[in-house]
C-alpha cells in the first residue's frame, strides 16, 4: 500500500458547556469503556475546582498547563549499522499536544489514593501543579529534555 498521504485529520467538535476544543480533547482521553458521561462529569467537576480555588477561568489555567506540559525535543531511535541511536528531534505541534494531555492525565492517574478520593480532584491537583510548573506530567517532560540533551 502506498505511503504517499497520510489520514485525514478528524474535525474535532467543541465541548457543549465551555466550547472548547481542547477541554473535548482531554474529555476523550480519559473516556473509558466507551463512557463518556463518566469522563465529562469527571472534568466538568475538575475544572469547577479549579474555578474555586484560582478565582480564574478554568480553562485558561488548563491552557496555562498544558504548554508547560509540552515537549518541544524528544529522542527517536535510528538504526546505522546494527547499532540503534537515540537521536533527538523536535517535536510536531499537534504531537506536542497529543504528548502534554496524555502525560498529564496519566500523572494524575497516578497520584496517590489517600489524599485524594475522586479522580476528578487527582486531576484538579496535577492541573494546578502543571500550572505553576509542578506535579508528574512537568517532571517527565524535563526528564524527555534532559535526555534529548544528553545525546
Not at 458521561?37 to 484560582?54: G, R
Not at 498547563?65 to 524528544?74: G, Q, R, S, Y
Amino acid at each position: 500500500m502506498s505511503r504517499a498521504k497520510g489520514a485525514p485529520r478528524r474535525q474535532i467538535n467543541p465541548d457543549p458547556i465551555y466550547h472548547s476544543q481542547l477541554v473535548s480533547k482531554l474529555i476523550t482521553v480519559i473516556m473509558r469503556h466507551g463512557k463518556k458521561t463518566v469522563s465529562q462529569k469527571q472534568i466538568y467537576t475538575a475544572l469547577d475546582q479549579i474555578k474555586e480555588k484560582t478565582k480564574e477561568d478554568a480553562v485558561n489555567v488548563l491552557r496555562q498547563a498544558l504548554d508547560n506540559v509540552k515537549p518541544v525535543m524528544e529522542v527517536r531511535s535510528r538504526r546505522v549499522g546494527g547499532a540503534a541511536y537515540q537521536v533527538p528531534s523536535p517535536v510536531r505541534g499537534e504531537r506536542r499536544e497529543a504528548l502534554a494531555i496524555r502525560w498529564l492525565i496519566t500523572a494524575a492517574r497516578s497520584r496517590s489514593n489517600s489524599q485524594y478520593h475522586h479522580f476528578y480532584d487527582k486531576l484538579t491537583a496535577e492541573i494546578l501543579d502543571a500550572a505553576k510548573n509542578l506535579g508528574g506530567a512537568v517532571e517527565r517532560k524535563n526528564q524527555i529534555h534532559k535526555v534529548a540533551e544528553a545525546n
